[in-house]
């Protein structure tokens, strides 16, 4: 169901069950993904009857998730709202997309939603995230992470309840109708909202760890799903502490300081650092060490929440800041190796990424970009 709401995903579902018996060093391992996202890990372990916990910091993408695991035939559709159109406040997030009046019969939805069980619920917001991103598509540029607002009132979208309700129900029927691709197996899967570098995980619990941790390409996963976050009440505008939270946001936190880190990385915020392009010795290596701050203090979580047997396998993709490599596979197998895990790394080259989107990016010469499959163990002395 991966197409139900696409969600960047490092792998596949298939890739996924195939790799993970491999991994598991008992009948039963519980498998974590500190980078949920849509939930293709913690989807594929479910499948094969292991526990499993799935984080991640953006409520959107655990919404998705639990849709994939946790939605069954008992989820019942919703119906349109009796009650009269919801007052809606005039700073509502969804205005800067829909006249007063949508957003009105909007809010009624949601309001219907809060009163639904977990499953229904849980329908019905992935139908109003599809509906109003379908209806909102114009506002979608040529960069797919970027959402534009409507520049005057006259660019608002604005739709007549009976029309909204039409789409919303045919959309939760669309959903119900794929539910027979999903897995019979019904292991229990826990999805938590919460930083990959504070895991709310006990020491020691994890035995396989398969993720795909956000590259340094700078996606902003928050401004990429405003649209969906407003439907949550979100404003990504006045409350920035979602987006600031987040890895690889574009925003700059109030302090920056460069972590502890390997070589690699350490060269990386040099490179950046004396480049000649403009603000690439303050925003940009601001930018970058954020990056890396968070990178390792999710890499040390990983550390503290895996078993002494556990496996860690992380799809990571090369990038170009300019024309410096970003070589991210190789800074990972660093840090990692100074937490006292052996890698062995699979490259894949990489024939279409991001970079192409972004015209001026073009101008710097650039070298291929690879994906690589790093897989870690615990070395025996650790």
């Not at 169901?1 to 790799?19: E, K, N, R």
């Not at 996202?37 to 959107?60: C, R």
């Not at 799903?225 to 936190?253: P, Q």
């Not at 062995?344 to 070298?367: E, H, M, Q």
Request: proline fraction near 5%; charged fraction near 25%; include cysteine.
């Amino acid at each position: 169901m991966a197409d139900i709401f696409p969600y960047y995903a490092g792998f596949s579902f298939d890739w996924a069950c195939g790799l993970l018996p491999s991994l598991a060093v008992s009948a039963q391992p519980r498998v974590l993904d500190p980078w949920n996202g849509s939930g293709t890990t913690t989807l594929a372990a479910q499948a094969l009857g292991y526990k499993s916990i799935g984080v991640d910091l953006n409520p959107i993408a655990n919404v998705v998730a639990r849709l994939r695991t946790q939605i069954d035939a008992q989820a019942k559709i919703i119906l349109p709202p009796a009650r009269s159109p919801a007052k809606a406040r005039a700073d509502d997030p969804l205005s800067a997309w829909f006249t007063h009046r949508t957003v009105e019969r909007l809010r009624s939805w949601t309001e219907e939603l809060l009163l639904a069980s977990r499953p229904s619920a849980t329908l019905g917001y992935v139908a109003l995230f599809r509906v109003i991103k379908s209806l909102t598509s114009n506002f979608q540029g040529s960069n797919p992470t970027w959402v534009r607002r409507a520049a005057s009132p006259e660019d608002l979208v604005d739709v007549a309840a009976e029309e909204l309700d039409s789409l919303i129900v045919a959309d939760q029927k669309h959903i119900m109708s794929r539910l027979g691709t999903l897995p019979n197996n019904k292991e229990r899967v826990a999805l938590l909202t919460a930083s990959s570098s504070a895991l709310p995980i006990r020491d020691g619990s994890v035995d396989v760890i398969l993720t795909s941790p956000p590259y340094l390409t700078r996606i902003d996963y928050a401004v990429a799903y405003a649209r969906e976050l407003a439907v949550l009440g979100v404003d990504i505008r006045v409350d920035r502490s979602l987006r600031a939270g987040l890895m690889g946001t574009t925003l700059i936190r109030s302090s920056v300081e460069q972590g502890k880190y390997g070589p690699l990385a350490t060269d990386l915020v040099d490179r950046i650092k004396s480049h000649s392009s403009k603000a690439s010795s303050g925003y940009y290596r601001k930018q970058a060490i954020q990056y890396l701050n968070d990178l390792v203090g999710s890499l040390d979580e990983i550390q503290r929440v895996a078993a002494s047997r556990a496996t860690a396998v992380l799809v990571v993709q090369d990038s170009y800041y300019k024309d410096v490599h970003v070589r991210l596979a190789e800074i990972c197998e660093e840090e990692m190796a100074a937490r006292g895990w052996a890698c062995t790394p699979r490259r894949f080259r990489v024939d279409r990424t991001l970079t192409s989107v972004n015209t001026a990016a073009r101008a710097y010469t650039k070298g291929d970009v690879y994906e690589t499959v790093l897989t870690f163990t615990r070395s025996k002395d650790d």
